[in-house]
């Protein structure tokens, strides 16, 4: 039986992100759909190539947040008001990834690690969708031009992960 749905190759290119909000919101829901098929029936071994995806996923999504989508909110706004409990979340999402990548690849602890990786990414983008991206579409920045450089550096991070 084949995954009925793509992984990390599909995490690649989105139709929809014509602005940095739009590409973060798209990894959101791409995410999202990886978490959901993982709950799907599946062999042992489509059940780590899932595992795996999501974790990739996160890991580009979090970096490209962190390098390029915080510092320029930040600057441009002029206040750091995500940064302490977003960073302190995003810290336990590291944490979470490095025990499942570290891990025997036993499917009953991945589950239990998965759903707390998947509890702690819903709460931080609740926390962005809700509160920090109606602020930045908001502001004067410029979304598309911030869009187009992250999805290249997007590309450049899976093409080393993939």
Request: charged content about 25%.
């Amino acid at each position: 039986m084949t995954l009925p749905t793509r992984t990390l190759a599909a995490f690649a290119p989105h139709r929809h992100a014509d602005d940095a909000i739009g590409l973060l919101q798209a990894d959101h829901d791409e995410i999202q759909r990886l978490f959901a098929e993982y709950e799907r029936p599946h062999t042992a071994q489509q059940k780590r190539a899932l595992v795996v995806a999501v974790c990739a996923a996160l890991k580009v999504h979090t970096q490209i947040e962190e390098e390029m989508f915080f510092p320029d909110v930040e600057a441009e706004l002029k206040a750091r008001p995500w940064a302490a409990d977003s960073g302190i979340a995003r810290a336990g999402l590291r944490a979470l990834i490095a025990q499942i990548e570290g891990g025997t690849g036993d499917d009953a602890n991945n589950r239990i690690l998965l759903e707390g990786l998947a509890e702690q990414a819903g709460r931080l983008v609740r926390q962005e969708q809700d509160d920090m991206f109606p602020r930045v579409r908001a502001s004067s920045m410029d979304l598309l031009e911030l869009g187009a450089r992250m999805a290249a550096r997007r590309a450049g991070l899976l093409a080393l992960a993939g």
